[in-house]
């Protein structure tokens, strides 16, 4: 079997959509409800699960919900026992993902730039539409 279709991928696929609906259907901690489930990788072992998660509210502590989750770790694995048949369930480790914020960054910055160079072009038409205005005197 290809590589991309391994046991721990498609495992890892299915928790990320478990974990995503127990967090906005089951749970009561609203921060839950505004943090989404990016990515989730699992060991060749299926031993251990390092779910990713970005957080919709920039005003969140993220230390405070990773520190949540964490807490709330032992519930999720016993939520999936249930609902995957799965002979071994991982220990759900999570892990903020930076990778959105960074994008995100990265896309403000070239707005940034593009909104520059658009008003350095204005201003260099100005001035030479200002320039050919005065040799014309």
Avoid: C, W
């Amino acid at each position: 079997m290809p590589k991309d279709f391994s046991r721990a991928r498609r495992v890892g696929e299915q928790i990320q959509r478990e974990i995503a609906e127990m967090l906005h259907s089951e749970s009561r901690d609203p921060r839950f409800k505004l943090l989404t489930i990016s990515a989730v990788e699992v060991a060749n072992d299926l031993a251990y699960a390092k779910v990713f998660f970005t957080l919709l509210d920039d005003s969140l502590d993220i230390d405070n919900v990773q520190q949540a989750l964490t807490k709330a770790s032992g519930f999720m694995r016993k939520q999936l026992a249930k609902r995957m048949s799965l002979r071994i369930v991982p220990n759900l480790r999570f892990v903020y993902d930076k990778s959105i914020a960074y994008g995100a960054s990265l896309s403000n910055l070239i707005d940034d730039a593009i909104e520059a160079d658009k008003a350095k072009q204005a201003g260099d038409e100005n001035n030479t539409e200002e320039n050919a205005g005065r040799g014309k005197d």
